[in-house]
């Protein structure tokens, strides 16, 4: 069957890649073809009324973070390309994206990550609803997305217009509890018709991951690997302690995130897998980085991220019964036991849950 999969952009997001990878990789095992359909962010009017001096030199720093924007990505850009391709044009509105209705696939899937999440798609994301389909009569299911929330941030009116556009889902999952009581409690979807389902970087095993960055050069020596998108004084004093209990050093790898032009260059995400897995414990407070903690049977502790969304580490945390592991300020981690983890119990629950996930998949595109 030939699958059109539509997640979130990109943007040089580690885990955005990774899941994308996985996604389409088991997808591919199943003797399916994919393409991935490009919707990026509304592109901004730049350009338009530029007659002060102000705005002209606004457009040329747009235009100078856009040129260091292409020169930093070169590696992130590289893995797009051999890993994630093929893939549409980008689609900066939705009147693009109509495009899509030509497109010779059979099923479209919705997913993963967070591609329901209200706060950073607003106005558009009916598109992840499938808006562009209406009357198309084309497949259309869920796989393990996100509303990266137990609240709902949609507005009335959007939450209308894509409740409707569930009608035509052939079938539904996401990856979080509070994403299924969302379905139910605003959404009138059913309870036996939404399942929870782990993201698709979970469905994967680790020789997979260990294909990607085979060969790749990462520290020698042991080592606390740090991978913080929102720094601050607290998690730089966590590390320390840390550090000074397992008395190993960090190395810590940047996101893009902030302002790009504090960045020299993306490392590649085949470093980024690489140095999880070669490290002796895992600091983050990145949704992925603690999926790969997990996977990879490194101990770890996330810190619970607000702005990006706290309901997904609770969901994953709790379904591998890691809830110690989290920390956020009404939670204080011991650090006595930092490496006490019981992965064999761990691992049997991966099992199961996998095997759990891909049934649904396989179901949900010829039921």
């Known amino acids: 069957m030939k699958i059109a999969i539509m997640t979130v952009p990109f943007n040089n997001n580690y885990g955005g890649f990774l899941q994308a990878y996985a996604l389409k990789t088991v997808l591919n095992n199943m003797g399916h073809s994919t393409i991935f359909i490009m919707r990026r962010r509304n592109r901004p009017d730049r350009y338009i009324n530029l007659k002060s001096w102000i705005l002209r030199r606004e457009k040329h720093l747009y235009y100078l973070d856009d040129i260091h924007l292409y ?54 994301i009916d598109d992840f609803f499938f808006n562009f389909l209406n009357g198309s009569g084309k497949r259309r299911i869920s796989y393990a997305a996100s509303f990266g929330t137990s609240d709902l941030e949609f507005d009335e009116l959007m939450l209308k217009k894509c409740k409707s556009l569930l009608v035509d889902f052939n079938a539904i999952s996401v990856r979080e509890f509070s994403g299924a009581d969302l379905l139910v409690k605003y959404f009138g979807i059913k309870q036996e018709n939404v399942q929870v389902t782990l993201d698709p970087t979970l469905l994967l095993p680790v020789e997979a991951y260990k294909e990607l960055f085979n ?153």
């Open 71 to 124: 020169r930093i990505s070169k590696y992130t850009r590289r893995f797009q390309k051999k890993y994630l391709y093929p893939y549409t044009r980008d689609y900066y509105n939705s009147i693009e994206l109509q495009e899509c209705r030509n497109l010779d696939v059979d099923c479209f899937i919705a997913g993963s990550d967070q591609c329901w999440r209200y706060k950073f798609a607003s106005s558009n």
């Open 215 to 367: 060969g790749v050069k990462t520290e020698k020596l042991d080592y606390i690997f740090s991978y913080i998108l929102d720094d601050d004084v607290e998690k730089k004093n966590l590390l320390d302690s840390i550090s000074q209990k397992l008395n190993l050093p960090v190395v810590s790898q940047k996101a893009q995130v902030g302002n790009i032009r504090d960045l020299k260059m993306i490392e590649p995400v085949e470093l980024w897998l690489s140095r999880i897995y070669n490290s002796s414990f895992v600091v983050t407070d990145s949704f992925h980085g603690c999926v790969f903690s997990i996977l990879f049977n490194k101990p770890f502790i996330v810190y619970g991220n607000q702005d990006r969304g706290v309901a997904r580490f609770d969901s994953l945390l709790n379904l591998f019964d890691l809830k110690s592991r989290y920390l956020d300020v009404n939670n204080i981690i011991d650090i006595s036991n930092l490496c006490e983890i019981n992965w064999n119990k761990t691992n049997q629950v991966l099992v199961d849950l996998r095997e759990n996930s891909l049934s649904f998949l396989k179901e949900a595109i010829y039921k």
